[in-house]
């Protein structure tokens, strides 16, 4: 999965440009990865030069909107097949998407990126071997690198999400050296590959997945028992659930994700928008789903996943 190297443009980006053209200036000192660096960019009337290349200047992008380089001109960091998903910008500089208008990441009171590190940091990934359920724009994999984790072993199911990424400066890249082949990205639905996983093969868990609405095989039982399953004795699991329907329905949804956990063998709470949970590190009687109870819900989740036609991952 190779970085696509582009200038990334925004309309905020392209009005500071315009302001220090209209200054007289020739060059102007910036960021064209979304606030990743600095650099010095050289500005003539014909276009602006990058990185040793030279790009002509794109019409205005709409609000909300990141334009790349395609090769014959600059066009929306977005793709449709049959849902429209899209990079979006943000004021805290790391991008969150969107499936459909539908925002996958935080971003209202923080960024992305630093909602990222802190429910990280609650499964501690110094020299653990992390399952990163949900990919997205890998965020939670960044961060565990970042913490020393020995391995990340990302699933992300859309390909367009895995494009997004290639993108997304913000993004880590399983090929970069600095990673040190640390970052394992499949491209695969967990949902369905979950069952074939090994057992207690993961020190913790970061488990991201899209509204219960559409990705309801993320939250069942059935999921649940699989990942204490492959998870060890001890493992700690972060799961987001957000409220999206507390006042509309009265619905407690982290409740019900608890409620699930702790019949999987887990120990839950309450924790930022979602839940922590662990295994009990003994493999006590929270581990006590029987070898036939999780063969049984195996067999289930795959009949589940060749029924399931559509679902997206989050963040």
Known sequence: MARISTPLLTREVLAAVAAARARGQTEWVGSLDLGRSEERIALCESGFRWRGQHYPWPDMPRERTVLHWDGRGFAPVQRFSGALIKLVPTVWGAPTFEIDGIKMLPTARISPWEDARRKVALVEPAGKRILDCCGGLGYYAAWCLAGGALRVDSFEKHPDVLWLR??????????????????????????????????ASWDAALHDPPRFGIAGELYAQDFYDQLARVLRPGARLFHYTGQPNALSHRRDLPGEVIRRLQRAGFVAERRLD???????????????????????????????????SSGWSRA
Do not use: F, Y
């Open 166 to 199: 290639r993108l997304n400066p913000w993004s880590p890249d399983p090929e970069d050296p600095d990673t040190a082949g640390r970052l394992v990205l499949a491209e695969a639905d967990i949902a369905r590959h979950i069952a074939s996983l090994p057992s």
């Open 274 to 308: 979602g839940v922590l949970a662990a295994l009990p590190a003994g493999g006590g009687p929270g581990r006590g789903r029987s070898r036939q109870t999780h063969s049984a819900s195996a067999a289930r989740m795959k009949s589940r996943a060749r029924s399931a």
